[in-house]
């Protein structure tokens, strides 16, 4: 069965590093989001990406974050210079229409020191 | 905008025993509305999703789902859990023009015991 993949699986970076999380959705899949998840806090919503360009995107994802579908397979998310409180679960998901399910990969546990 | 409350942040239960977890959601539109679960160290997987007609949604691993427009209500329900059901329980709800973002509950940690 398709999955999304994520790598890495944790990342440690210093404050004010960049880092760059991967993704690669599923390959028919047309919709690609990130969401973050702080320990012990609800999933939230970072960005949607859509035909190669940023569909909707949360306040949240500020000037510091961007993302890029760089080859047609991967997706990823780039935090330029990383805070403590971006220490989180980061998850890729995608989904391939108008049917709503999007599929989740296993995320990147993202500690910032 | 939308909002989701999950009602229960806890719910221990014994194996075998009933659950309901709790699902709230505020819109002001139509939405289509989604339960996930989260094994330990694990993503989040699929268990049901609710798009249109009948109201009552059945998913993976015996959970099922009653969409209740008047309630504003998604509450999920399993007659009979097992150890293996222990895991953290999210709704989520989206508006069907919307791009697909997903708007998360606070979760419910669902803890079965022998």
């Known amino acids: 069965e398709p999955e999304v993949t994520q790598t890495p699986s944790h990342q440690v970076t210093q404050m004010g590093q960049e880092v760059i999380l991967r993704c690669v959705p599923i390959?028919?899949?047309?919709?690609f989001y990130w969401y973050r998840q702080i320990l012990g806090q609800k999933v939230e919503f970072l960005v949607s990406f859509y035909n190669n360009e940023i569909s909707e995107k949360s306040e949240i994802f500020d000037d510091q974050f961007s993302v890029e579908r760089p080859d047609g397979s991967n997706f990823t998310l780039k935090i330029r210079s990383t805070k403590l409180e971006d220490s989180a679960m980061y998850f890729c998901?995608?989904?391939?229409?108008?049917?709503?399910?999007?599929?989740f990969g296993p995320g990147t546990r993202l500690t910032v020191t | 905008a939308q909002s989701v409350t999950q009602l229960d942040s806890q719910v221990p239960v014994f194996e075998e025993a009933p659950v309901e977890l709790r699902c709230n959601y505020s819109?002001?539109?139509?939405?289509?509305l989604f339960w996930y679960v989260q094994y330990p160290n694990q993503g989040l997987q699929l268990l049901l999703k609710?798009?249109?007609?009948?109201?009552l949604v059945k998913g993976i691993n015996g959970f099922e789902a009653e969409f209740n427009k008047s309630q504003t209500s998604f509450h999920l329900r399993k007659p009979s859990v097992h150890i293996s059901d222990t895991a953290e329980y999210f709704c989520a709800v989206t508006h069907y023009n919307q791009g697909g973002k997903l708007i998360f509950g606070q979760g419910t940690e669902l803890s079965v015991k022998p």
């Open positions: 390959s028919n899949h047309l919709y």
């Open positions: 819109s002001s539109v139509s939405v289509y």
């Open positions: 998901a995608s989904r391939t229409g108008p049917n709503y399910e999007q599929y």
């Open positions: 609710y798009l249109s007609g009948s109201t």
